[in-house]
């Protein structure tokens, strides 16, 4: 078993940054992939970033150039660096772990763009 705890959300303005941090616990061995997923109310859960286990990285082209997903190992910690937010960016914010084939998600965190 895997467990993910996400936090960092808030409320920011348009244009602000915000670092969500994705702490994982348990039998964190051999995971093959870390992400994360937004949830905007009404729509369907999208992926925004994933890092493979080669530490190679991918993103939804809405958040490209804007977000940076990181990991420190040391800390068994993935990040999710949010730049240039903007009001579309409102989701909650979930991360996710893929261990031979089982999949683990954390609780999710909120994050608000207004002014």
């Known amino acids: 078993q895997v467990q993910l705890v996400e936090s960092g959300g808030g409320l920011v303005q348009p244009g602000g940054s915000l670092r969500l941090s994705c702490a994982a616990s348990?039998?964190?061995?051999?995971?093959?992939?870390m992400s994360w997923y937004r949830q905007a109310a009404g729509k369907q859960r999208e992926a925004v970033a994933i890092m493979f286990v080669g530490r190679s990285t991918d993103y939804a082209d809405s958040v490209k150039g804007r977000f940076t997903i990181s990991r420190d190992s040391a800390k068994n910690t993935v990040y999710l660096q949010m730049n240039s937010l903007k009001p579309e960016d409102t989701a909650v914010y979930y991360c996710?772990?893929?261990?031979?084939?089982?999949?683990?998600w954390g609780q999710g965190t909120q994050v608000t763009v207004s002014s």
């Open positions: 348990g039998r964190i061995f051999n995971i093959d992939t």
């Open positions: 996710k772990a893929v261990q031979g084939g089982h999949v683990y």
